[in-house]
């Protein structure tokens, strides 16, 4: 059996466009351990987005194997993909995806209300606890528009860890974020990892050698290159 939270065999993505095929992703192979910090970098369009959503079943291969919390994800039908994903993937996204009708604790408590993984009672709770690992409990009653973008990062890794996922994926994080907010925001991945957390985060930065375990680097659709801390 496996030890790897993670595994990929293979994958590949092809889409049709008015000019006929696009390979979007070329045979690639990725495994990830638990507690493994992973940054996929790349230029746009070398795959690296692409290649999370097949991690997150939101995509499906064009062939290959997918393998995330011991569930090959491609063989799943659409009936269960979101719940499936909900109890095993946190998703952390460049433009924080808060519903803005929603105080902070409330979008913390939204997978677990969808997923039905705490009694009602113990959610709040559960958000508080969060909030206050990511540095921003006394924002709990705010609207997410009230709070500054590297907050709102924040209050969006606690919701992506509200189901303590093994798994969490993160898409370009730091994307709109200064410098110094952007170490906060990967101290935060590393503190992660070392709880044993599987973490793929994708990136335009080439140089994450002071805090992902291991970077792989996509170009056209394939790794080119592979390298660990």
């Known amino acids: 059996m496996s030890t790897e939270v993670i595994d990929v065999q293979g994958a590949a993505k092809s889409y049709r466009t008015p000019a006929g095929e696009f390979p979007a992703l070329r045979g690639v192979d990725l495994s990830v351990a638990p507690g493994e910090f992973v940054a996929v970098t790349g230029r746009s369009g070398s795959g690296k987005s692409t290649l999370l959503n097949l991690l997150a079943g939101i995509d499906r291969p064009t062939s290959g194997r997918i393998r995330v919390a011991g569930t090959e994800v491609h063989t799943l039908p659409e009936s269960r993909l979101s719940s499936w994903r909900g109890r095993n993937v946190g998703m952390v996204f ?4 808060l519903l ?10 939204l997978p ?34 009230a709070l500054s973008g590297g907050q709102q990062q924040r209050a969006a ?29 990967l101290s935060m991945f590393t503190a992660r990892a070392a709880a044993g957390t599987a973490i793929v985060m994708v990136t335009h930065e080439r140089d994450l050698s002071g805090w992902a375990h291991r970077q792989v680097h996509l170009a056209d659709g394939r790794v080119v290159a592979e390298a660990a801390r």
């Open 94 to 97: 460049q433009f924080f995806q």
């Open 100 to 109: 803005p009708t929603l105080t902070v604790a409330e979008n913390v408590m």
């Open 157 to 185: 890794i606690a919701r992506a860890l509200a189901n303590d996922p093994p798994v969490l994926l993160a898409d370009e994080p730091t994307g709109n974020l200064d410098s110094a907010t952007t170490d906060v925001i």
């Open 112 to 145: 677990m209300d969808f997923c039905a993984t705490r009694p009602p009672r113990e959610r709040r709770p559960r958000a508080m606890e969060l909030l206050d690992l990511v540095g921003i409990a006394d924002h709990a009653d705010k609207m997410p528009s």
